[in-house]
């Protein structure tokens, strides 16, 4: 699995839309200094506008959400999977013996340590031997509606893993989208403030600290120098 992306914006999302919104504000009031440097309104309506997808992204709250519902969820479904795969165990061990092959395949307490998708094969290894000795196993209680209920419990178990998988691959996805997203207005961001502090090239004018990015010690050093338009 590839690395996620590098943010290159040292702040939170929300924080970096504020700083933005902000920024946009203020360009608009020196626009027409902007304009020497080939600032256009078109070019800061794209820049809007891209802010606005950035904002309207899903957040990685949502993602986790999802993920720890599905996964209350298959908890629940597995604990319910292994209680009626303990039941067909058992009335495999009773109809066939408790060292039979049938019983060693169906062996539950070595399945409840399994990992999920483990867990998953075993449990269609159960499935098939009870279906295969259904009729012998009614002797024991086995009922088609028994069978019925596991074989629906495993196929549940198996959906709810495939939801959950899905939604980690979306949730990387959505990371690697917003990043990239983030990345490109920051790209932006940088060029812009640059131009501020040029219009403003005294450090200690309170138009010039407008246009910083960072304060402080945490402020970056290394900005695009953009050249004026003549």
């Known amino acids: 699995m590839e690395a996620i992306s590098i943010r290159k914006y040292q702040m939170t999302d929300?924080?970096?839309?504020?700083?933005?919104?902000?920024?946009?504000?203020?360009?608009?009031?020196?626009l027409a200094s902007f304009a020497?440097?080939?600032?256009?309104?078109?070019?800061?309506?794209?820049?809007?506008?891209?802010?606005?997808?950035f904002?309207?992204?899903?957040?990685?709250?949502?993602?986790?959400?999802?993920?720890?519902e599905f996964t209350q969820l298959?908890?629940?479904?597995?604990?319910?999977?292994?209680?009626?795969?303990?039941?067909?165990?058992?009335?495999v061990?009773?109809?066939?013996?408790?060292?039979?092959?049938?019983?060693?395949?169906?062996?539950?307490?070595?399945?409840?340590?399994?990992r999920n998708a483990d867990l998953l094969l075993a449990a269609y290894s159960v499935l098939k031997i009870v279906q295969e000795n259904k009729t012998q196993l009614e002797e024991v209680g086995q009922t088609e509606a028994m069978l019925a209920e596991l074989n629906a419990e495993?196929?549940?178990?198996?959906?709810?893993?495939?939801?959950?998988?899905?939604?980690?691959e979306a949730r990387r996805a959505n990371m690697e989208a917003k990043?990239?997203?983030?990345?490109?207005?920051?790209?932006?961001a940088v060029r812009l403030c640059s131009i501020g502090k040029r219009i403003y090239p005294h450090t200690n004018s309170p138009r010039h600290k407008l246009y910083l990015m960072y304060k402080g010690k945490g402020r970056k050093k290394s900005e695009t120098e953009v050249e004026a338009v003549e």
């Open 14 to 30: 929300s924080k970096f839309v504020y700083f933005l919104v902000v920024l946009t504000d203020r360009i608009r009031e020196d």
């Open 154 to 168: 495993i196929e549940e178990f198996k959906s709810t893993m495939q939801k959950q998988n899905a939604m980690v």
């Open 36 to 53: 020497k440097f080939g600032v256009t309104e078109q070019e800061i309506e794209e820049f809007e506008r891209q802010i606005g997808v």
């Open 55 to 68: 904002k309207s992204s899903l957040t990685d709250d949502y993602f986790v959400g999802s993920r720890m």
């Open 93 to 114: 061990s009773l109809r066939f013996g408790g060292n039979s092959p049938e019983a060693k395949l169906a062996n539950v307490p070595a399945i409840t340590k399994r």
């Open 74 to 91: 298959k908890s629940s479904i597995r604990e319910q999977l292994l209680k009626h795969l303990r039941e067909a165990s058992l009335r």
């Open 179 to 188: 990043i990239a997203q983030g990345n490109k207005l920051y790209a932006m």
